[in-house]
């Protein structure tokens, strides 16, 4: 066996699909001011994983950014219409850069602009996958961001951590990398140091990120943390690394840092699980009694009308809405079969006027097991 042949042998499998996620921060050096140099180095590192047969989705933050520096503004704005405007003004700039940067590699890159209402509706969610499945088959590079210039505060991500979370679940990534200006989590109780892997993410793991304080970034690590745990969930590696280190992705998927690294669950959601859990903004909540709480949680099964005790916010049949149990905990998530304003008669079906008017009524299920999932 020759050396380069023994070489790539001892090279770890490259990974099968990844999505990596870049910050502002690592896209450019001021505000507005791109990074040349580090994106041709992106560009080059994604260029050879594609070439070992990685299928790579990028999700990228800099329009907001971009479109200040082209407006000469030093601050962020407060106003959302002067943040979407310099989204509108930024994007374009971002797709230039990009396709620039892939040119060199005879690599394509294809613009994804999405807000969160394209992942909640469950038809809209699968045209996004089906559309992300067909760009990777003609080879492209998809470039994602949130659609700022259209998402108003009920229908954003909020960050593009989170976004990058979702994508990873959606095209059921073995792998999520978030490059920022941050190079992993630190341990604040322990050695001050990154913490190389988080095999859980506990309440103590989520008490050491701390929130942003840059003027062109959005989420910092708690939002990292967040989008964290939604991939793992689903059964996606998830790394928190600096996008300045040069080759990150490939020390990564070798195992050999820098950053921080969180193990995926040994048991994934399944795919409609995850969207039910994650992807949706509840429109209210069901309270069920103590006695309903384990025949949920540790049994599997539906939520009939005799475990309900009552109901808050305002839901439509076929909403979905939290569960709690009595002492106030959200403990599961579901599609709820009846209305907000049906409630208060099926958490009084006990009663001898009720129980007359829906005889049956104490075992329908307001919330069926298949559309239900635990948190
Ligand atoms: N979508 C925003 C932008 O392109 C970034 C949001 C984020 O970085 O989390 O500027």
Redo the contacts with the bound molecule.
Sequence with gaps: MSSVTKLIASAPPAPQRVVVKL??GVLTTGIGQLDTARIAAVCAEIASLRARGTEIIVV??????LGMGSLGLLKKPKQIAKKQAC?AI??SR?MQTWQAGFAPHGLTVAQVLLTHDDLRVRSRYLGVKETLRQLIAYGTIPII??N?TVSAAEIKF????T?SAMVASLVEAQHLVILSTAPGLIDMKGTKQILPVVARITPEIEAMAGGTTDE????GMI?KITAAKLATKGGCGVFIASGSEPDILSRLFAGRGPGTFFVPSGLPMESKKRWLAYFQRPAGTITINERAVPILRDHGRSLLAVGVTGSSGEFAAGDIVNITGPDGTVFARGKSTFAAEEIPAIAEQQSAAVAALYPARKRLEVVHRNDLVLL
């Design positions: 910050g502002t990228s933050s800099g329009a907001v950014g989204a930024g994007q971002l961001n949130e700022d909020g960050d593009n951590d976004l062109t970034a959005t989420g939002s």
